[in-house]
């Protein structure tokens, strides 16, 4: 079974940062991978979909990246609204991350 | 608008059922793909169970295979999920998404709370 290792599970940043977070593979996923960002008692919010496309709405702050078995999410600038958990999502294997908590520094 | 909304959650002792279901509106239902994600308190996103726009293909999550029923009335643009002999690890919200792969239209979620 393929496993989606997130890391750093929690990192702490400043409003300016540049943070990028990894999302691992098992084995190779192609790159139908995806990234969502969620608040506190929200519903998760869909970022970056097939590795790299920004979904409509989305700030450009925001990037995807990756093959294989290696993908990231950046975040260029970070932002007060950005302060949030992030997962990453394999939807050929429908396994999501451990997630990512983005704290202020 | 496209809106997705959970209901049947709630307080169910180990070894009972509960029936999610999930109505949508705004949007042709018979041409996607629905899922179930949960989340159990403090936890991360697990998937649970997806079927396919016309219910004949099904995934689920090794965690509920053979407890847990996905269903969908197209007719009613309705999804449900059936959940027998839950455990307390089943503790959860319980969302409805739109799709099997990148997920851009969840529901509200429904809580459900397994415990004695």
């Known amino acids: 079974d393929i496993q989606m290792t997130q890391s750093p599970s929690t990192l702490s940043a400043s409003v300016g940062d540049r943070v990028t977070i990894t999302c691992r593979a098992s084995?190779?996923?192609?790159?139908?991978l995806a990234w969502y960002q969620q608040k506190p008692g929200k519903v998760p919010k869909l970022l970056i979909y097939?590795?790299?496309s920004l979904e409509s709405g989305v700030p450009s702050r925001f990037s995807g990246s990756g093959s294989g078995a290696e993908f990231t999410l950046t975040i260029s600038s970070l932002q007060p609204d950005d302060f949030a958990t992030y997962y990453c999502?394999?939807?050929?294997?429908?396994?999501f991350g451990g997630g990512t908590k983005v704290e202020i520094k | 608008q496209v809106q997705l909304v959970e209901s049947g959650g709630g307080l169910v002792k180990p070894g009972g059922s509960l029936r999610l279901s999930c109505a949508a509106s705004?949007?042709?239902?018979?041409?996607?793909?629905m899922s179930w994600i949960r989340q159990a308190p403090g936890k991360g996103l697990e998937w649970v169970s997806y079927?396919?726009?016309?219910?004949?293909?099904?995934y689920y999550a090794d965690s509920v295979k053979g407890r847990f029923t996905i269903s969908r009335d197209n007719a009613k643009n309705s999804l449900y999920l059936q959940m027998n002999s839950l455990r307390a690890e089943d503790t959860a919200v319980y969302y409805c998404?739109?799709?099997?792969?990148?997920?851009?239209?969840w529901g509200q979620g429904t809580l459900v709370t397994v415990s004695s």
């Open positions: 998404a739109r799709g099997a792969g990148s997920l851009l239209v």
């Open positions: 705004g949007f042709t239902f018979s041409d996607y793909y």
């Open positions: 079927i396919s726009s016309s219910g004949s293909t099904i």
């Open positions: 084995q190779s996923i192609s790159n139908w």
């Open positions: 097939k590795t790299s």
């Open positions: 999502q394999q939807y050929n294997s429908y396994l």
